[in-house]
T-cell receptor
Framework: DVKVTQSSRYLVKRTGEKVFLECVQD?????MFWYRQDPGLGLRLIYF???????EKGDIPEGYSVSREKKERFSLILESASTNQTSMYLC???????????FGEGSRLTVL | AQKITQTQPGMFVQEKEAVTLDCTYD???????LFWYKQPSSGEMIFLIY??????QNATEGRYSLNFQKARKSANLVISASQLGDSAMYFC???????????????FGQGTILTVHP
């Protein structure tokens, strides 16, 4: 079965902390994505990676960075968390441009 | 500019009736794809249906069909014979062409919350 695993379902962090959100897929997919989901705004793309060590900014990259050192793992980093980054974060992967997108279960981050 | 627009924040339908969820999109690409996803209260994203821009027939998957009107740039989801388990958030998404810097990324709409009444 296809599997996209996000390391934490719920996190609570303090303003200014560095936060790592990890995503692992076991399908040998080339493309991986990070979205954030907020009520009324839908899913907005933060960053995506189309191959190992490759990354592209999405629509809202400010305040975030990413790392993809291995094909199966795509990490989202909040260098200095702020309260406006409180959100649901969804990781997704697919085999190529024309492939179906598979999602993880989401990580709900609260920044106090 | 918003590329995917879902104008219905919430919709209500009686069990066993059909419901249409609206989605309009904006792109200058000739080759693109349109998706619908369902997100129940548990949070997982479930793929429902896909329509390619060159597909001449409307996509269907069981009780789901996609009413694709290319000239109007709309891709409405039709759910026939609604069930209580259909209550969820529904997202429309568009994948633009793989050329340039797009890399075929998916852009999502704001979502529509569907509530099915018994």
């Amino acid at each position: 079965d296809v599997k996209v695993t996000q390391s934490s379902r719920y996190l609570v962090k303090r303003t200014g902390e560095k936060v790592f959100l990890e995503c692992v897929q076991d399908m040998d997919h080339e493309n991986m994505f990070w979205y954030r989901q907020d009520p009324g705004l839908g899913l907005r793309l933060i960053y995506f990676s189309y191959d190992v060590k490759m990354k592209e900014k999405g629509d809202i990259p400010e305040g975030y960075s990413v790392s993809r050192e291995k094909k199966e793992r795509f990490s989202l980093i909040l260098e200095s968390a702020s309260t406006n980054q409180t959100s649901m974060y969804l990781c997704a992967s697919r085999t190529g441009v024309w492939g179906e997108l598979f999602f993880g279960e989401g990580s709900r981050l609260t920044v106090l | 500019a918003q590329k995917i627009t879902q104008t219905q924040p919430g919709m209500f339908v009686q069990e066993k009736e059909a419901v249409t969820l609206d989605c309009t999109y904006d792109t200058s690409d000739q080759s693109y794809g349109l998706f619908w996803y369902k997100q129940p209260s548990s949070g997982e994203m479930i793929f429902l249906i896909y329509q390619g821009s060159y597909d001449e027939q409307n996509a269907t998957e069981g009780r789901y069909s996609l009413n694709f009107q290319k000239a109007r740039k709309s891709a409405n989801l039709v759910i026939s014979a609604s069930q209580l388990g259909d209550s969820a958030m529904y997202f429309c998404a568009m994948r633009e062409g793989a050329g340039g810097t797009s890399y075929g990324k998916l852009t999502f709409g704001q979502g529509t919350i569907l509530t099915v009444h018994p």
